[in-house]
């Protein structure tokens, strides 16, 4: 084993294997020597103690780690609290537990290792040559690790302040929309020259630069329909075209209905304004999603779905808002922010929820600049070494709590009920327990906030009804917030009933599943009434409004416009 250290600028991530196994040490270290070597630093170790050490040195050196796996089974018994020690090591590094295949005894003690989360994978011994399912595995978890640390190759490069509101927006809905970014912190090294190179001196923030284009488009504080139309997202529509149905919202409810619209032979456009994904998206792992065992982030498991609505001939238009909808003799008609009007058969509102906002001034101010709504994916890397309070008791505030871990110094999840039983999965709770540098505090809510220097410096936390000038002050570099669920439907007619809360009522008056009290407009996932808030159950709805759009459609035959 021989590791490289100095010019740490241009040095290979480290994938660690360690095991005292001899046998599953040969196979799995020739794999990923074979497969890996040319991109990475494979490093074996035969011992957990040369491996502890290895990785101590490598933070020492400031090398990142990408992936680090253990053996556990019958010839290795200590591949699981290895790990779970790493962990504290190399927070943002994936952890993967490797098994021989049919050694079932094993398999209680690995998948509670999994649900508590000191190892994030299942990895089968590859027992034959080029084991794609071994690799694919690998690859999936490499994949989210780059995506996490932001590295790679620079489709747009964006130079802006780190705690600018308008910069955090960007990077997240790039981000989630998996496009590449690089981002250059104005007053850098690299900014500067990036400026220079565009012959830009002083400009208002932020710049970007669309590389990718020919020749390269520079945009200096643009609106997002100027990025939308340097994009090429969007065709033109002919005046007169009409489409089967258009979905308001690309969340998992949305992009489903896509899905099976399209590839059912639906004229299909899809209208998202900010990034595919919705809430579910800005998850960093689902774990309870069917048929991905190892988990899966919302940002790949909305491009997945994404790409495939795509391929059946969706149209798209982002970074474009929804105004209205209406009606235009026998169609409906849906106004957008650039003007536009799309005209359709059917509508399908999927507009899922936003967070609800805390309404406390201090904090309201600061939002962007160390107060964020959601957006911890995007936002983790710059909250390395600081004190990280989440707000919620949902799987989602779970999540970001789990996420954040890996680079804050410490999170606390602040919940202001007594218990996350009723509102938290089992495995994020354990896995929340599991976790050192995770603490939970309940009947706590955040009642003001200070800022040093234009951030957010600390928070006061209190109990609701604590009276004005009391509470507790503590430091903060961050605070993410993520409770309630307040309905995306502001734009909708009147006509459209809503319940109290404003979720769209569906069903109702002899009206079809799903169908609202407007003929032909549905409404799936997180905005409709009594919808069960999970990503499994919003895809079933997307799914299940084709079918009764279908009798919708054949009811009402191919109109034409009146106008």
Request: aromatic content about 8%; proline content about 4%; charged content about 20%.
């Amino acid at each position: 084993m021989r590791l490289r250290e100095a010019d740490m600028g241009d040095v290979d991530p480290v994938l660690l294997l360690a095991t005292t196994d001899e046998a599953s040490r040969d196979v799995l270290g020739s794999e990923l020597r074979s497969r890996y070597g040319g991109d990475y630093e494979v490093v074996v170790c035969a011992t957990y103690e040369h491996a502890r050490a290895v990785l101590e040195g490598l933070r020492r050196w400031g090398r990142q780690v990408a992936l680090v796996i253990a053996c556990y089974g019958r010839g290795d018994r200590g591949g699981i609290d290895f790990l779970r020690r790493a962990y504290s090591l190399h927070p943002s590094a994936k952890r993967a537990v490797a098994v021989v295949w049919g050694d079932f005894g094993s398999g209680r003690e690995v998948f509670s290792a999994i649900g508590h989360g000191h190892a994030e994978l299942l990895l089968l011994r590859p027992e034959r040559r080029r084991d794609e399912e071994f690799h694919g595995a690998i690859t999936d978890a490499l994949d989210d690790w780059h995506l996490a640390q932001g590295i790679g190759f620079e489709a747009v490069r964006m130079i802006g302040e780190q705690r600018d509101e308008r910069t955090h927006t960007l990077r997240d809905q790039f981000g989630r929309n998996h496009i590449p970014v690089g981002f250059h912190q104005v007053g850098t090294e690299s900014a500067n020259r990036l400026l220079a190179g565009l012959g830009l001196t002083d400009p208002e923030l932020p710049v970007l630069q669309l590389a990718f284009t020919d020749p390269p488009t520079t945009l200096v504080a643009p609106t997002d329909l100027e990025i939308a139309d340097a994009f090429g997202l969007m065709a033109p529509v002919a005046p007169d075209h009409v489409y089967d149905v258009v979905v308001v919202g690309a969340g998992p409810s949305g992009l489903a209905a896509a899905v099976y619209a399209s590839s059912e032979g639906l004229s299909t456009m899809v209208v998202e304004q900010s990034a595919v994904g919705g809430q579910a998206g800005t998850s960093s792992l689902i774990r309870n999603y069917p048929g991905f065992s190892r988990g899966v982030s919302g940002a790949h498991l909305a491009y997945r779905s994404f790409q495939q609505a795509w391929s059946f001939g969706t149209e798209f238009s982002f970074l474009r808002e929804v105004q209205a909808l209406g009606t235009e003799g026998d169609l409906h008609t849906v106004s957008m922010s650039d003007g536009s009007v799309f005209r359709t058969r059917s509508v399908v509102v999927a507009t899922g929820v936003d967070y609800r906002r805390l309404g406390v001034p201090a904090l309201e101010a600061l939002v962007g600049r160390g107060v964020f709504y959601g957006a911890a994916v995007a936002e983790a890397p710059s909250m390395t070494g600081t004190e990280v309070y989440v707000i919620g008791g949902g799987n989602s505030a779970g999540q970001a709590a789990l996420h954040l871990a890996r680079y804050a110094r410490h999170v606390t999840l602040l919940v202001r009920g007594a218990s996350l039983a009723a509102s938290m999965s089992e495995y994020l709770i354990a896995q929340l327990d599991a976790t050192r540098n995770v603490g939970i505090r309940y009947g706590t809510s955040v009642l003001d906030g200070r800022e040093e220097d234009g951030c957010l410096a600390a928070l006061t936390l209190g109990e609701q009804h604590t009276g004005p000038g009391g509470g507790e002050e503590v430091p903060a570099g961050g605070l993410f917030v993520l409770i309630g669920s307040v309905p995306r439907t502001q734009w909708l007619p009147e006509e459209i009933v809503r319940d109290q809360a404003g979720f769209i009522v569906t069903g109702q008056d002899g009206r079809l599943p799903l169908e609202t009290s407007m003929p032909g407009v549905f409404a799936v996932g997180d905005v409709r009434a009594g919808s069960i808030k999970r990503v499994a159950t919003a895809v079933g709805d997307g799914a299940t409004v084709i079918a009764t759009l279908h009798g919708y459609l054949s009811a009402h035959p191919r109109a034409t416009s009146t106008a």
